[in-house]
C-alpha cells in the first residue's frame, strides 16, 4: 500500500522533531521546541545517535513549518506532530486552548494535504 504524501511529511516531521530534540542543539531549529514548554525533554528521552544526513533531513523539515501561512493553523499542527513524536497527549493540548480534537484534527490533515502540495511544487 502506498503512502499517500499527507502521510510522508506528517511521517517526517515527527521523525525531526524527534531528532531535534535528542540532538540537543543549542541553535537553529531546536528553538522550536521552546514553543512548547509542556512537551520539552519528553521526546528527548529516546536518545539515539542520528547521522549528520538525518540531523540535515530534520532541520529542512522543521522548516517546513513556516510554508503555513495561518499561525493559528501551524501551532496546532505543531502540537499535534510533537505529541505524536512522544511528547504528549494531544487531547490535554486541545483542552487546555479550549479546541474540539476531533476537529483539529480534520483541519490538521487538510493543512498536510495543502503543505504536502506546497513542498511538491517546491521541488
Same mark, same amino acid.
Given at each position: 500500500?502506498?503512502t499517500s504524501?499527507?502521510?510522508?511529511v506528517?511521517?517526517?516531521?515527527?521523525e525531526?522533531v524527534? @531528532?531535534?530534540?535528542a540532538? /540537543?542543539k543549542?541553535?537553529?531549529p531546536r528553538?522550536?521546541?521552546?514553543? $512548547?514548554p509542556e512537551?520539552q525533554g519528553?521526546v528527548?528521552? =529516546?536518545?539515539?545517535i542520528?547521522?549528520?544526513r538525518m540531523?540535515?533531513?530534520a532541520?529542512?523539515?522543521i522548516?517546513w513549518f513556516?510554508?503555513?501561512?495561518?499561525?493559528?493553523?501551524? =501551532?496546532?499542527l505543531?502540537?499535534?506532530?510533537?505529541?505524536?513524536a /512522544? /511528547?504528549g497527549?494531544?487531547?490535554r493540548i486541545c483542552?487546555?486552548y479550549? $479546541?474540539?480534537r476531533s476537529?483539529v484534527?480534520?483541519?490538521?490533515?487538510v @493543512?498536510l =494535504?495543502?503543505?504536502?502540495?506546497k513542498?511538491?511544487?517546491?521541488?
Amino acid at each position: 500500500m502506498e503512502t499517500s504524501a499527507p502521510d510522508q511529511v506528517l511521517a517526517r516531521l515527527m521523525e525531526a522533531v524527534e @531528532v531535534v530534540a535528542a540532538t /540537543g542543539k543549542g541553535d537553529g531549529p531546536r528553538a522550536v521546541l521552546a514553543s $512548547w514548554p509542556e512537551c520539552q525533554g519528553k521526546v528527548a528521552k =529516546r536518545r539515539r545517535i542520528y547521522s549528520p544526513r538525518m540531523i540535515s533531513q530534520a532541520e529542512e523539515a522543521i522548516t517546513w513549518f513556516s510554508l503555513i501561512e495561518d499561525p493559528d493553523a501551524r =501551532r496546532a499542527l505543531q502540537f499535534e506532530v510533537m505529541c505524536k513524536a /512522544g /511528547g504528549g497527549k494531544f487531547s490535554r493540548i486541545c483542552e487546555k486552548y479550549g $479546541w474540539k480534537r476531533s476537529t483539529v484534527s480534520s483541519r490538521n490533515k487538510v @493543512v498536510l =494535504r495543502r503543505l504536502a502540495e506546497k513542498l511538491e511544487t517546491l521541488n
